[in-house]
């Protein structure tokens, strides 16, 4: 079966510092990865996905995650954060079993502050 | 661009009422999705489809069922609402049947209040 684990339900940085959301999969089949971000009162919208090519993915708005199987993360990262940066982010994994469910994370908040 | 809607931003209705959600895609996608969202859950399948008058059960599918008339449309339906059924209905679609690789489109969501 498949899961996925999101490390901290709501991470808080500075304007301009490093954004480091942390996200742990498990899959017993080569994984498609995926995060998206909700911004307030909308819905969901792909940043990024790894489908086996490379195993560092850049993503919209400065984004990018680095695939990692030995450590069954794929976690995602920005140089320096944005205050509209400010949304909810989620990590999901689907793969050849059970066709294209996909499984999503608990999601983590992240607040920009100024 | 993709462009899936959702017929109501906003919902309230009462206990044992019958509520339709229903969800519109415009890029002939095969597979559409029911979520619920619940703080600190994420998102849990409701029901999925992956083809016309096709319905498969996802995780939580006590208390709602589906319809997938027309490849555009698939409707959520709560046949007799209760209070644990208060939340955000996201709907989704996606392209192509046979890869999971594919990125889901996302609808803004319905907030549904049941009283």
């Known amino acids: 079966a498949q899961s996925v684990t999101q490390l901290g339900s709501h991470v808080s940085v500075s304007e301009g510092a490093l954004v480091l959301l942390r996200c742990n999969y498990s899959?017993?089949?080569?994984?498609?990865l995926f995060w998206y971000v909700q911004y307030p009162n909308q819905g969901l919208q792909l940043l990024l996905k790894?489908?086996?090519?490379?195993?560092l993915v850049k993503g919209i708005n400065g984004f990018e995650a680095e695939f990692k199987k030995s450590e069954t993360s794929f976690h995602l990262t920005k140089p320096s954060a944005h205050m509209s940066d400010a949304a909810e982010y989620f990590c999901?994994?689907?793969?050849?079993?059970?066709?294209?469910?996909?499984?999503f994370g608990a999601g983590t908040r992240l607040f920009v502050k100024a | 661009d993709v462009k899936v809607t959702q017929s109501s931003r906003y919902l309230v209705k009462r206990t044992g009422e019958k509520v339709f959600l229903e969800c519109v895609q415009d890029m002939d996608h095969e597979n559409m999705f029911w979520y619920r969202q619940d703080p600190g859950l994420g998102l849990r399948l409701i029901y999925f489809s992956y083809d016309v008058k096709m319905k498969e059960k996802g995780d939580i599918p006590e208390g709602y069922s589906v319809s997938r008339e027309k490849k555009e449309r698939f409707s959520l339906i709560l046949e007799s609402a209760s209070t644990n059924q208060t939340s955000m209905y996201l709907c989704a679609s996606s392209p192509s049947e046979w890869t999971s690789s594919n990125e889901q489109f996302f609808g803004p969501g319905t907030r549904l209040t049941v009283l």
């Open positions: 999901a994994v689907s793969g050849n079993t059970g066709g294209f469910k996909t499984i």
């Open positions: 899959s017993s089949v080569p994984p498609y």
């Open positions: 790894y489908t086996s090519a490379a195993t």
